[in-house]
């Protein structure tokens, strides 16, 4: 898998910027690690193969986040909404599976 590759999509970029302007305006959601994540998927950095399987753990651990009352609401962001956007949101979700499988077959 070349880095090109392991480059997320705008998709996913816009995503993680939306989460990094939500956690600014709300002051909630995420962690250190979240947010160090979505600078770099905000900037389309070249993931390592390590960082995308931790993003697909971080996605199977907290899909029970998408439950939560205002998860989906801008205005009122739960704070689970916020931490899945720095992950790159659904897009996220789905271009880390994508990219693991890619690394699986490259193995």
Same mark, same amino acid.
């Given at each position: 898998?070349?880095?090109?590759?392991?480059?997320?999509?705008?998709?996913?970029?816009? %995503?993680?910027? !939306?989460? @990094?302007?939500?956690?600014?305006?709300?002051?909630?959601?995420?962690?250190?690690?979240?947010?160090?994540? %979505?600078?770099?998927?905000?900037?389309?950095?070249? @993931?390592?193969?390590?960082?995308? !399987?931790?993003?697909?753990?971080?996605?199977?651990?907290?899909?029970?986040?998408?439950? %939560?009352?205002?998860?989906?609401?801008?205005?009122?962001?739960?704070?689970?909404?916020?931490?899945? @956007?720095?992950?790159?949101?659904?897009?996220? !979700?789905?271009?880390?599976?994508?990219?693991?499988?890619? @690394?699986?077959?490259?193995?």
């Amino acid at each position: 898998m070349t880095a090109a590759d392991r480059t997320p999509p705008k998709t996913v970029a816009d %995503a993680a910027a !939306k989460g @990094l302007e939500l956690r600014k305006a709300h002051r909630r959601g995420g962690t250190q690690v979240g947010v160090a994540r %979505a600078r770099d998927l905000a900037g389309r950095k070249a @993931l390592s193969a390590d960082t995308i !399987k931790r993003m697909n753990s971080y996605f199977a651990r907290h899909k029970v986040d998408k439950r %939560a009352k205002n998860f989906g609401d801008d205005d009122n962001p739960s704070a689970g909404y916020v931490a899945w @956007l720095l992950w790159g949101g659904d897009a996220g !979700k789905d271009w880390a599976a994508k990219a693991r499988d890619a @690394l699986k077959t490259d193995d």
